[in-house]
């Protein structure tokens, strides 16, 4: 059994993208673990690793210089 199953089946983790769904929110996952990946929705920016801090920094001034 590999990790994912370990977690999701034995552990009941849910992960991310479950949890926020029925609050209204929307999870964008990367296309690769490692990625550098960011998303913006109006004011909120967040990132899913550390290659995506130096991204995630230059939305973040991004979204303030428009306010």
């Not at 199953?5 to 673990?33: C, F, M, N, Q, S």
């Not at 909120?44 to 210089?65: L, P």
Request: hydrophobic content about 40%; aromatic content about 8%.
């Amino acid at each position: 059994m590999g990790i994912d199953e370990t977690l999701r089946k034995e552990w009941k983790v849910k992960y991310v993208d479950k949890l926020v769904g029925p609050v209204g929110a929307k999870y964008v996952r990367p296309a690769g673990i490692w990625d550098d990946h960011y998303h913006v929705d109006g004011r909120i920016v967040s990132g899913v690793s550390t290659q995506s801090a130096q991204s995630t920094a230059e939305a973040v001034v991004k979204v303030f210089e428009g306010l």
